[in-house]
């Protein structure tokens, strides 16, 4: 009788493919000295700081301002990212209309066109003198050199992040659902809101997340059309390259650690609204 | 039969899976509307500015030196760090997808990390660790070696921003296609790199194709984090976007938006070559949705 | 044209993580034969086919090839033709690059010249009856072609063995008679080793030489189909190769009694005492009460291909089904008594 088999967990499970050391090895090797390394650098830079050195530098009156304008402004941003990102992404997978591809391709113009670019544009159309800008201000309302150029910056921004997000799942909604709705004597508003809509609450919870965290770290968009006046329309990213420019390492490093720690806090988040969604629905 | 199907009226009744006419009408609207604004505006924008003044002061502004090395930097920078990538992305996608073993829910969301880091906090890393009162600040300048405000630091941090692109697009692909036709090709006789060259790369290059094509777009035009390493040297470690904002803060609103509007045309390319791809090949792009 | 042993797979024993899927599993596959795998789903018959053809690893056993010790050798260096389950054709290649990959991939010095490829490519095409396909992609191709030209890949490598994984599990029912009779027309010109995985019991009964019967990682029992039918070892392949009707019994001296009536069926020397008696529907007939072994009222009955099933509750509980050459049809509700015809005995 031979002795039974001992069950074992193997790091991996064996395979006739060939290559998992190599490619594993230099997926690592990279991953390491590119992104882990150097961030780490960050950590032990800023532990060297402690608690207390950073929070000295989050109350500083001015970083404190940039930071609550950074995500106070995003997180605004971000909801009307969603709002109309999801009214966009309804709009280009439900209805027909001609230059409806068109439309779509549109929507990734901020993946693709480069924030520098972005932003002298969007300073050039809000500035007082500009296309938009003159319009607004006969309103009585000031955008460039404002929070509000920062909204608009991050608007901008946000948007693919919260079309794209949702846009999948309005593909995949089972119109039988909303005609069983129907047979059942409800009326469309009636199938929108209590049969259509809440099983994409989580993807668009995702996409809102996404698009704040992008708007609270965004840099080239914001910095021309933000005026950048202390205290009113400075951003947290702006006073880090300050900082740097100060060669105030310290303080650089302590407002970049609070902007990583939130950005956790808020991946950390899209991943729990995913495995809820994953629970509660059966998919992200 | 005729006479029921005559009766019926010719309207045809709206669909119980849509909204009326009037409703659609005025979303289509309201959506086009806010895109128009927001994002079509913007980018016209960039040329009208342009070309302001006209045609030959367009041209003007690439007859510039500084424009041209910020041109030949940026096309050099790129063509680093999109191959590196492109390495880094089949590697990563090939141990991920084609392999099951303990740790890689980790070791994806480690490689996605640099998408959830500001741009400027991607640059101030490498500061920290390459700069004069960095990590290795005092042995590079012992031995002369130029990291920060020079090409590497760059290259860097461009490697940095899009290190992502190519591998987070061929996972998932990957992992749909499965290993049964890599195991097919070994069954008859191929050794691993002729089924990856005849039966992986075949399978994965449109996908390939569009990640390549993102990641450069995005290698092209970073600023945040290229701005933090540069050092703004004109003529020497400035690349396009970061010319591009040097122009701005001169007033040289011109050539500033003359210089923009190459970047503008490099992503409408982008995208346009990225719509074609996915009308053409969407199955061949992505993973076909969740499963 | 069976004879030698052309594979040994010699006490093969496999885990995943921490479920066993092969427990010290041993059998040997004569040269020339189409021999059935045949199990449950889980009974580890892929597993086993994978590990034959080198796609998968035991932990502990041997594969002898020949005289061949092939336990460690490579997967390319097998000479297997592995059919997948779904095909695995390359889909970015035309049908002939499909076929020629195997003869592609060699190495240079060994490599047929381009002439001798194409002809070998257009043999296979006129064997599997798909000469004018030569140039199609395989998207092109309805199931039933494309399990054709996966079938001609494995062979254009003329392979020691043939390994086929549910070789027509994914077709139609119509496609999948046709598909079968064909591989066993091929089978029988080209005498080539095979081996098949199912987990249909008429597939690997009309088609096999051999059946080998897995359950649980264990192999049950091998033989032709007409041994595994007659002369099932345990109760798991008896049960496995179709419907049964199970009853309880007492074996005394080779004879066995139901409900103390003596029956047909013989026990084995040796089994004594309550036993569990496994009859095919076929196998019982409607009898007087006197004379019957079991009794029961009538449930329901319909009518399939000439025959007549009738659905009995007998008083415990459980409910029986009897095939019966067209009697009368009986009304639900009447008592009936069932006689035991033949069937096999096992210990409870």
Redesign the interface.
Known sequence: MEPPLRPRRRFRQPSVLPGFGLTLGYTLTCLGLIVLLPLAALVVRASGLGLSGIWEVATDPRVASALRVSFGVSALAALTASIFGFLIAWVLTRYEFPGRRIVDAVVDLPFALPTAVAGIALASLYAPNGLVGAQLAKLGIEAAYTPVGIYIAMVFIGLPFAVRTVQPLIVEIDREIEEASATLGAGRLHTLTRVVLPPLIPAVLTGFALAFARGVGEYGSIIFIAGNLPYVSEIAPLLIVIKLSEFDYGGACAIATIMLGISFVTLLAINLIQAWSRRRFGYV | MSEIATELPRQQPASVVTEGGLVRGLLIAVAIVFLALFLVLPLATVFAQALAKGWDAYIAAFHEPDAQSAIRLTLITAAIAVPFNLVFGIMASWAIAKFEFTGKNLLVTLIDLPFSVSPVVSGLIYVLVFGSQGLLGPWLLDHDIQIIFALPGIVLATIFVTFPFVARQLIPLMQEQGTAEEEAALTLGASGWHAFRTVTLPNIRWGLLYSVLLCNARAMGEFGAVSVVSGHIRGLTNTLPLHVEILYNEYNFVASFAVASLLAGLALVTLGLKSLLEWRYAGDIAASGRH | MTGSTAIRVENL?K??????VLH?LSLDVRAGELLALLGPSGSGKTTLLRII?????P??GRIVFGAEDATRL?????????V?Q?Y??????SVADNIA??LN??KRSERPAKAEIKRRVGDLLDLIKLSGFADRYPSQLSGGQRQRIALA??L??EPRVLLLDEPFGALDAQVRKDLRRWLREIHDRTGQTTIFVTHDQDEALELSDRVAVLAKGRLEQIGSPDEVQEAPVSATVLKFLGDTIEVEAIAQGGEVRVDGRLTPVTAPAGLVGPVKLYARPWQLQFAESHEAHLHGTVRSSYRSQGRQRIEVDRPEGKTVVVEASDTARLPAGRPVGLRILAGHVFAG
């Open positions: 024993s885990t995943f993580d921490t479920a066993a010290d053809a080198g796609l998968d690893f932990d502990r490579p997967v390319q260096q097998r000479a297997v033709g592995f997948f779904h695995a054709l390359f889909k970015h290649m990959y195997g991939a060699r890949r494995a254009a490598v």
